[in-house]
């Protein structure tokens, strides 16, 4: 897969890959990237910081802890629409702008079969469940521009240096471009019939490399564009009983869905430009895959008040599929001194190694913790969670390669990029709910510290941490419940829209993320 996408783990490490399909740090960003689970479950467990641990009794212990489904003694069905809103505040070239969007989903749905007393039996009960959920929603939105007053700062010069590091003949460059339906066999060729890599009729050269381009001296307006969209999301069947009320242990099956999607476009502007309006691209990238986990969990109560729980996660094993495109566009001045004329606007690039087949293994998961019930369980509870997240066990590996040795390579590659790049992290997380009645209310916070080892992107890994905090409201009787809870989740990013040999002439935008969440999720008893 020739990803050209600018997310640039590049600047700070070695140098690219001899085979052709992208670059081994790239997937080593996706696997983390389809990995970084931030909250999920349903609105009450939400609101208590994103805590499974050792709570029961909730369509949650699905996908959390599956021993907390053994607590229910009686069967629930129950659904959780979802709203996410972002408000980044970005940083690109010296000015600041703002970035907003909203997305609409269905968070969970969930069916909980409790089974009946056995009486004298030291298993009192068993429950069954299933459920839909969304382990991580990619929902984002970045907008960003500023004026860049280096003259060799500029996405046309990426063209420029890869044509002449390829030492491309002119006439590779010209025949590989395909006016006629618009399209191009590489990138360079096609920013060749945009004329963003100068003809050499243009230039003080003989024909072919070194190529130049036009505007080279002049400021730049530059904007970068960012949407994804998509989740990490699972169906559930987990089982799980009681041993004298005192032991709960569960287990469970997951089937994963992977969807997502990002749209990356950059527009540039020369400034009072002599021979272009604008010139840009965009690139798209969509990723589907399939996967599956178990997990096994169990909670003890160690008293009335007090009790604790564990639960492992395995590593999910997904096979993803990937397609990514590219898009190169320019508008030229008319007239212009150069007389250019465009034979068209907009090149696509087609290349049947930007389809590509793998992989993927996420992170094991552990967590440990304790709740402590009030007043003998008429007040409310306390409750805290430790999660261990395995980051260096992410794996991607292909057999795409027709050199059984390049899929080795490739594998080993990506391995190594995991490891000098990201460390294993323990998330903290704790929350409280008190009872009044019918009415719940419930408060949280979570602390995920940054998986990265390294400064990247001119954003420390420090400011990477990201701080969840979480309220909800809550009211249930005999047959129905309903739970609101919303969040507030925020840490730093930032990536490079493009990059040049020189880090001084390579931009960078960061990012303070803000992100919203509201969940509310509706059951009924039966």
């Known amino acids: 897969m020739n990803k050209q996408f600018y997310f640039s783990i590049a600047l700070a490490l070695s140098s690219p890959l001899a085979f052709g399909q992208g670059a081994a740090f790239d997937y080593a960003d996706d696997a983390f990237r389809f990995s970084d689970f931030t909250q999920s479950g349903t609105a009450r467990f939400r609101a208590l910081g994103g805590n499974h641990a050792s709570l029961g009794g909730d369509a949650s212990n699905l996908f959390g802890n599956a021993a907390g489904l053994a607590f229910y003694n009686r069967s629930e069905l129950s659904i ?11 940083t690109f070239l010296g000015q600041q702008t703002t970035s907003t969007g909203n997305k609409v989903n269905v968070g969970q749905f969930g069916l909980v079969l409790a089974g009946k007393s056995t009486g004298s039996s030291r298993w009192r009960r068993t429950a069954f469940g299933i459920t839909y959920s969304q382990s991580a929603n990619f929902f984002d939105y970045t907008d960003a521009r500023g004026l860049n007053n280096n003259p060799n700062s500029s996405i046309a010069q990426t063209y420029v240096n890869a044509a002449n590091s390829a030492k491309y003949s002119e006439a590779e460059l010209s025949d590989a471009f395909l006016p006629g339906s618009r399209s191009a066999d590489f990138r360079e060729a096609a920013a060749y019939g945009l004329y963003l890599i100068n003809p050499t009729i243009y230039s ?45 242990i569960g287990g469970s099956i997951a089937l994963t869905r992977l969807r997502y999607t990002s749209e990356y476009t950059f527009l540039e502007t020369p400034v009072n430009g002599v021979v272009f309006n604008n010139y840009g691209q965009v690139n798209t990238f969509n990723v589907r895959g399939n996967g599956i986990n ?25 096979s993803a599929n990937e397609a990514f495109t590219q898009t190169l566009t320019a508008v030229a001045k008319n007239p212009n001194p150069e007389n250019i004329t465009l034979k068209t606007n907009s090149v696509d690039v087609i290349d049947p190694a930007n389809n590509f087949e793998y992989s993927l ?10 709740t402590y019930f009030l007043g003998n369980n008429k007040i409310g509870f306390i409750t805290a969670t430790a999660e261990y997240v395995g980051y260096q066990g992410m794996r991607v590996r292909t057999s795409a390669f027709s050199n ?17 790049t990201y460390q294993n992290v323990v ?17 949280g916070v979570a602390y995920l510290p940054s998986a990265y080892k390294m400064d990247l992107d001119r954003v420390a890994k420090a400011d990477r941490d990201k ?60």
């Open 361 to 370: 293994q996420t992170p094991l998961r552990a967590s440990g913790g304790a």
């Open 80 to 90: 959780s629409p979802n709203f996410t809103s972002v408000s980044n505040q970005n």
């Open 204 to 248: 003080s050269t003989s024909a072919g490399p070194p190529y130049t381009r036009f505007d080279a001296t002049r400021q730049k307006d530059q904007r970068a564009t960012l949407s994804r969209s998509g989740s990490h999301s699972q169906w559930s069947i987990a089982y799980a009983g009681n041993l004298d009320d005192k032991l709960y």
């Open 294 to 318: 178990a997990s096994l969990g169990l909670i003890y109560k160690l008293s009335p008040q007090l009790q604790v729980g564990a639960n492992l996660i395995t590593p999910t094993f997904s």
């Open 427 to 443: 998330n903290i997380r704790a929350g409280a709910e008190i009872r009044a009645g019918l009415l719940r209310i419930r408060g």
């Open 404 to 420: 059984q040795q390049d899929n080795t390579d490739f594998k080993n590659d990506v391995k190594r990029f995991v490891q000098e």
């Open 467 to 526: 701080i969840l905090l979480s309220a909800g409201l809550g009211v249930r009787n005999d047959r129905f419940f309903a739970d609101l809870a919303g969040s507030y989740l925020t840490y730093k990013s930032g990536f490079t829209p493009f990059e040049l040999p020189n880090a001084v002439d390579t931009p960078t935008l960061s990012t303070n993320n803000r992100n919203t969440n509201l969940m509310l999720t509706v059951g009924v008893f039966f």
